[in-house]
């Protein structure tokens, strides 16, 4: 297949300290934390994990609304999710400040290839209830809807949903066969640039951390994906792109290396959001979740 044209390849999470409102923003959590570093804290991590609900596109309204709506509780909170298809099931997760209607090109393809799928609005996204999110509720989430749904065949994570969807697999997800796309390994790296865009005080960033990693109940090493990754044994397709703005070549061949049974599929000129649209990609992962 032809591959779509190549958008324009810029970064789509930036964080530019010379913004007067990220500047406006840090001069209130630098002062906030000289008067009381534990509410300069808890100003930062609501910051940090504030999600947003981002404009949907006429094709993927259109795929959402062909959907087999339903809702699921995760993380205490109610989930908006979606079905399409009948057969094997395969579980979509998106990525941080997109949605369920995101996979519309390549849900298309694997339900005319006998497949169902299933999406859902991670919280704080889409329909879904809350306005924060993080990986591990990324992957708690994920747990949930593939229980309520009786189980899956396969899974396909992007971007943050990808390293989500390594999470739920190295905590025992029982699937036949998975897809990771333009996935991140060094999900701290996010937080000290938060920190440094921000110019955050030390003993504030020391304390927004410890307060993050006790709600979510896990550290930094228990969310190095890498190593996650390493613990995986069902057959695997990490796909990547070479000019990613947001998450590097790099991170891509360091999940493919680390995961013993996965296969890198490197492309190129399609950037970060753009790969879950290619028709040469979408095609590549309906062979694979096909397989066997």
Not at 148 to 167: E, N, R, Y
Request: charged share 20%; glycine share 8%; aromatic share 6%.
């Amino acid at each position: 297949m032809a591959t779509s044209p190549a958008p324009h390849l810029v970064a789509t999470h930036t964080l530019d300290p010379h913004d007067p409102r990220v500047v406006a923003l840090g001069a209130a959590l630098r002062a906030v934390g000289r008067l009381s570093p534990g509410a300069g804290a808890r100003m930062a991590e609501a910051l940090f994990v504030k999600t947003a609900r981002v404009r949907v596109r006429p094709a993927e309204l259109e795929f959402l609304r062909r959907a087999e709506r339903f809702t699921v509780r995760a993380n205490s909170q109610t989930v908006a999710a979606y079905r399409w298809g009948s057969g094997p099931a395969v579980l979509c997760t998106h990525g941080w400040w997109s949605h369920a209607g995101r996979f519309a090109v390549l849900g298309d393809a694997l339900v005319a290839a006998g497949h169902s799928v299933i999406a859902f609005d991670a919280p704080g996204h889409g329909r879904s209830a809350g306005w924060r999110a993080s990986m591990p509720e990324f992957a708690r989430t994920l747990e949930a809807v593939a229980t309520h749904a009786g189980g899956v065949d396969a899974v396909v994570g992007h971007s943050l949903g990808g390293a989500a969807t390594i999470f739920a697999l190295s905590r025992g997800l029982p699937v036949r066969r998975a897809v990771v796309l333009a996935t991140p390994t060094d999900l701290r790296a996010w937080a000290d640039r938060f920190r440094d865009t921000f110019r955050l005080p030390t003993a504030v960033y020391a304390l927004m951390q410890e307060n993050m990693m006790r709600r979510l109940g896990v550290t930094w090493d228990d969310v190095a994906i890498p190593a996650l990754a390493a613990r995986v044994t069902v057959p695997g397709l990490v796909v990547h792109c070479d000019e990613d703005p947001d998450v590097a070549i790099a991170e891509g061949e360091a999940v493919a290396d680390a995961w013993p049974a996965a296969t890198l599929h490197r492309t190129t000129g399609l950037g970060h959001r753009a790969i879950l649209r290619d028709p040469g990609v979408v095609a590549r992962v309906v062979e694979f979740v096909s397989e066997g």
